[in-house]
């Protein structure tokens, strides 16, 4: 598994992006994947996960109904919706695989992560 995110920009507080996790090796994937995020000065946080085949998601609770997690299976990629953004929504993404078809709230169950991509929300 190599993950690449990429999407992440400067936008106004309640625009949206949309951020990309692709698994470069041309091999199906069988992993749930997750999104985290870190902001300057705070730990790695849970955001987002989508079992391996997209039929189960979870969300930490404070952005249900902002962000949505879906993939596309035959493009071996994870997408991360991001609608009404906040400031504090201001963070390094990043999106990371799971050795588990179903994935977890839990930093350490993901075992293969991708570079970060930065979110900036300007006020």
């Known amino acids: 598994v190599q993950l690449q995110a990429s999407g992440g920009g400067l936008v106004q507080a309640g625009g949206s992006l949309r951020l990309s996790c692709s698994n470069s090796?041309?091999?199906?994937?069988?992993?749930?994947v997750g999104w985290f995020r870190q902001a300057p000065g705070k730990e790695r946080e849970f955001v987002a996960t989508i079992s391996w085949n997209g039929r189960m998601t979870d969300y930490t609770d404070s952005l249900k109904g902002r962000f949505t997690v879906s993939r596309d299976i035959a493009k071996n990629t994870v997408y991360l919706q991001m609608n009404n953004l906040k400031p504090e929504d201001t963070a390094v993404y990043y999106c990371?695989?799971?050795?588990?078809?179903?994935?977890?709230?839990?930093?350490?169950?993901?075992?293969?992560w991708g570079q970060g991509t930065q979110v900036t929300v300007s006020s």
């Open positions: 990371a695989a799971s050795r588990s078809s179903v994935g977890s709230r839990t930093l350490r169950d993901y075992p293969y």
């Open positions: 090796k041309r091999t199906s994937s069988n992993n749930a």
